[in-house]
């Protein structure tokens, strides 16, 4: 059995095996062991080694022998325990390029994809009940109504799914259709998805079963929801369950990293001078006559007049010197860019 250290160096000899390398240390809400090595993941050629830490003393000890070995180190930002991973990497990280990452968010992705590829892209009027009213199962349960599903959410707590389904109602866009608690399900729907985020076992799974068919698609989001004849029975009649591989969303995690993203900032986004002109780009606001184009590296196409409210000037606002703004910057775009 290989000792903590021997572990250490075993992911480390795996990364050397690429070109680019990484290491990614999250915690959880959940009880948990002090260290344990999660599943490797590969993304864009890059390696990367990925742990749940819940005790400082191997945090630091991890990212110690971690710093200026990998180029990037990435850590969970979000705070589910009394242990601070953000602010303990800020201050032992010194070679290596710290970056945050939230874990919610990829969870929330991941069943997002999950749930879109499953039914083609194609959620309007399929009925749903999410099961939890807590982060991720409030969050997705919007999204889905959005997506023009049927939502319907069963909570442990009565008062609480209420309060939190009046919440998201009165978020939601004007015209959406209204998430609804559980009991107003029909027993004549066509249950076609069940996505279950609660942080421990469902207690109820009898107010459910009726419900499910065999195409009825049931997604373990929490993971360990569901108790082990539940699954067997959802088995035994050929139903589809997935426990939620939060894999599936790692792109949007590295999105700040991203070429795409990277290039945004460097050559869309921003403001400056040219021939005595202001110009603008990116959504970045400008001030009244600022002109606004869609590249600030290279414009090639002027958008407007900035009005110097945040909007941009109708064609029978331009004033002269407007027009002559104008002018200038598409005779600066014809002769540099």
């Known amino acids: 059995m290989l000792n903590y ?9 795996h990364l050397q ?18 260290f344990r090595i999660l599943p490797r993941r590969i993304l864009n050629n890059m390696a990367i080694s990925c742990f749940m830490i819940n005790n400082e003393d191997l945090l630091i000890e991890t990212l110690s022998f971690f710093d200026g070995k990998v180029d990037h180190i990435f850590i969970d930002i979000e705070q589910k325990q009394s ?16 970056n945050t990452v939230k874990p919610n968010d990829s969870t929330l992705e991941s069943a997002d994809l999950l749930i879109r590829n499953q039914f083609n892209d194609e959620l309007y009027n399929k009925v749903v009940i999410v099961i ?3 982060n991720l199962a409030s969050k997705l349960a919007m999204r889905l ?8 959410m069963l909570g442990r707590n ?11 109602n009165l978020i939601l866009p004007k015209y959406s259709r209204s998430i609804k608690q559980y009991n107003d399900l029909c027993f004549d729907d066509n249950l076609d998805l069940v996505v279950s985020f609660l942080s421990g076992q469902f207690a109820e799974e009898d107010k459910i079963v009726p419900f499910i068919k065999q195409q009825t698609v049931i997604i373990d989001g929490g993971i360990n929801n569901f108790s082990s004849n539940f699954i067997q029975q959802m088995l035994d009649q050929d139903t589809n369950i997935i426990r939620l591989d939060t894999r599936i969303a790692l792109p949007y995690q590295m999105l700040l990293q991203d070429s795409y993203t ?9 403001k400056k ?21 869609d590249n600030i590296k290279k414009p090639n196409q002027i958008i407007g007049i900035a009005d110097g409210k945040g909007g941009v000037k109708e064609n029978e606002q331009l004033n002269r010197a407007d027009r002559y703004r104008i002018h200038k910057i598409e005779q600066e775009i014809s002769k540099k860019y």
């Open 5 to 13: 250290r021997d572990k250490l160096h075993e992911e480390l000899k």
């Open 17 to 34: 095996t690429f070109d680019r390398r990484s290491v990614m240390i999250s915690t959880t809400a959940k009880h948990a062991l002090d």
């Open 83 to 98: 242990i601070n991973l953000y602010e303990t990497a800020r201050k032992q990280i010194k070679y290596s390029h710290l």
């Open 132 to 134: 939890g009213t807590g």
């Open 145 to 152: 109504a959005e997506r023009q599903a049927s939502v319907y």
């Open 158 to 168: 009565e008062k609480k799914t209420k309060a939190i389904i009046t919440g998201l």
């Open 262 to 270: 990277q290039s945004f900032f460097c050559e869309i986004l921003g």
């Open 273 to 293: 001078e040219i021939n005595d002109e202001i110009i603008v780009s990116g959504g970045f606001v400008g001030s009244e006559g600022a002109v606004i184009v």
